[in-house]
DNA sequence: TTATATACATAAATTTCTTATGTATGTAAA
DNA sequence: TTTACATACATAAGAAATTTATGTATATAA
């Protein structure tokens, strides 16, 4: 059912930059919903993995972040910051070099 | 020029396999090469990499060993086991989903 | 009152890879 | 002739990303 996780190593800080691409604003747990929901629940996104990529991303100055308390409850929300604009078009053109490149490797055609 | 390697975490094992489900037998070496001119020089697999997941297969029965000395220098061929032959089928599989839940995240339909 | 969902966070351990180093042979260039 | 490069293996130290486990806290449904 699950897809094999050890492959997305690597690709995490891509995924949550592209998410906030499309989202103007999400915060952690919204994010591990949404990939949850993108995948049909074959990508479960751990917190453990997630929150400290989100600190590193705001540490590095791609994510801009606003606190906000919803329902009694703690909501921290990520934005993409003009540097962060700028790497996600980075980080999507390697990962489409990256798809290409094993595709070759494993000759697996894209399906189509 | 070179894609970013960092991505390729997790694809080793399957790039391994897939070429010796190719290829009948290879030596270390031979491997580094084949991967070096079917990217074009862009993916360049590190020996601290390569020997370390060559004997880890060998450690699980998926890989096989014969050596042999070919023009004076030492050469250890690897070729697959049954146990390798069913399991390269998995891992290209796992691939292919892989590769296909990254591009619903990342909206990036197959370029063809 | 128990389990589940929402919402954040961090520490320890694991895994994989990079970088650096080591041994050894053969050939081409300076 | 000695320097660099290619061939061919191997391992150790360090870096980086992730998993697993744990913690806090609120709200709701069983």
Excluded: C, W
């Excluded at 990962?95 to 094993?102: C, N, R, T, V, Y």
Aim: glycine share 6%.
């Amino acid at each position: 059912m699950a897809v094999n996780n050890e492959l997305f190593k690597g690709t995490l800080q891509t995924i949550i930059l592209n998410l906030l691409a499309e989202n103007e604003r999400m915060y952690g747990y919204e994010i591990t919903q949404k990939v949850k929901s993108i995948t049909q629940g074959e990508l479960l996104l751990k917190e453990g993995a997630l929150y400290p990529a989100l600190h590193k991303l705001e540490a590095e100055g791609l994510l801009e972040t606003t606190t906000e308390v919803v329902e009694n409850r703690l909501r921290k929300y990520y934005s993409l910051s003009n540097d962060g604009e700028k790497e996600v078009v980075n980080k999507l053109r390697e990962a489409k070099d990256f798809i290409a490149q094993l595709q070759l490797l494993l000759n697996l055609k894209p399906s189509f």
